[in-house]
Nanobody
Framework: QVRLVESGGGLVQAGGSLRLSCAASGVNFKIATMGWFRQGPGKQREGVATITSGGSTNYTDSVKGRFTISRDNAWNKVYLQMNSLELEDTAVYYC?????????WGQGTQVTVSS
């Protein structure tokens, strides 16, 4: 059973930084593509960043140059470093992995950016 647990969310002023973490279990982490999604108030869930088992990364345009996804295969963790945060980044952030034909989600962590 795949389990994803996010942490690191909180309240931050615009221009500030946060680092999200996701601890994964029940998955062969070394071969799993991991991702971060977010859902803002009144918005649909959207993909933010992904990282493959080989370390290749992809970002949605709105976060390019500000967010960095990384992984630590020794600890089965994936991170999202978020810099220069903007009001529009306010959302619940979810860790994700598509593993053996099934989408798996964490419970989410709230990120609130204030002016």
């Amino acid at each position: 059973q795949v389990r994803l647990v996010e942490s690191g969310g909180g309240l931050v002023q615009a221009g500030g930084s946060l680092r999200l973490s996701c601890a994964a279990s029940g998955v062969n982490f070394k071969i799993a593509t991991m991702g971060w999604f977010r859902q803002g108030p009144g918005k649909q869930r959207e993909g933010v960043a992904t990282i493959t088992s080989g370390g290749s990364t992809n970002y949605t345009d709105s976060v390019k140059g500000r967010f960095t996804i990384s992984r630590d295969n020794a600890w089965n963790k994936v991170y999202l470093q978020m810099n220069s945060l903007e009001l529009e980044d306010t959302a619940v952030y979810y860790c994700n992995t598509y593993y053996y034909g099934k989408n798996n989600w964490g419970q989410g962590t709230q990120v609130t950016v204030s002016s």
